[in-house]
């Protein structure tokens, strides 16, 4: 659970560079690709608790390079959403697995199961004398 908290626009640092590949003369002449950088650490709006989990999984630096559309500005959008996310995702406290048995009754079927297809087989072998 990361409390509604999300990561604010002027908290993000963003880069533009000269996006690669094919476009022609568009691609290589604007700077439509954008590395967008989210320092935890350094945040002060972030809730401690929140920092601290998402330093352990996430690390000092979050980053991320988009590159997707042709535009600046979209690629800038894509770019702050995906640093959300991803802090979003390691800001969630995974539940603590409980380990249980299985039923009688599961056990009881995956027996009968085995017995059914082990006769299944039986039946398909070659007969013998004694048959």
Do not use: C
Request: aromatic share 4%; net charge positive.
């Amino acid at each position: 659970m990361n409390s509604g908290w999300v990561v604010p626009d002027d908290e993000v640092e963003v880069h533009f560079v000269a996006s690669g590949g094919p476009g022609g003369q568009h691609a290589n002449r604007s700077n439509t690709k954008v590395d967008a950088v989210f320092r935890p650490a350094e945040s002060e709006t972030m809730p401690d608790h929140l920092r601290e989990r998402v330093l352990a999984k996430l690390g000092p630096v979050v980053r991320v390079a988009v590159d997707d559309e042709r535009s600046q500005y979209r690629n800038r959008v894509l770019a702050v959403e995906r640093i959300r996310e991803k802090v979003r995702v390691a800001g969630v406290v995974e539940r603590k697995r409980r380990p249980t048995k299985p039923t009688r009754g599961s056990q009881r079927r995956r027996v009968d199961g085995k017995k059914r297809r082990g006769q299944t087989k039986r039946l398909r072998r070659r007969p013998t004398a004694d048959d």
